[in-house]
């Protein structure tokens, strides 16, 4: 059993080494195109660390004082953590904008047209 995988494996790497050979196109992106979609796929991933670091601390504070206020009223545990899924939601709704404008600019890159012509 391990020979037929083995086989598989290897009749699959060498499929995939033949046909980027065959399908592969003359001309092609020019290396300013392939500098400039680095940088994006570089910025993007920056971008989107920095926004999951802001909202990761909004959110443990958000969660921090829902604790306090519950450990101080526990009567009013209620209304606390209604506010606090609302509040979370909020929060996490600004990670889910920086995500739609990173794939904005890897995939409908608005600047495109300057770089490649």
Partial sequence: MKKVFYSLGASAFFVMIFA????????GAGPEAI???????????????????GTGIGQGHGVQGACDGIARNPEASGKILTALILGLAMIESLAIYALVIELILLYANPFLQYIVG
């Fill in 35 to 53: 500098q400039f979609f680095s940088w994006v796929a570089v910025a993007t991933g920056i971008g989107m660390g920095i926004a999951a670091v």
């Fill in 20 to 27: 980027t050979m065959a399908f592969a196109q003359e001309g």
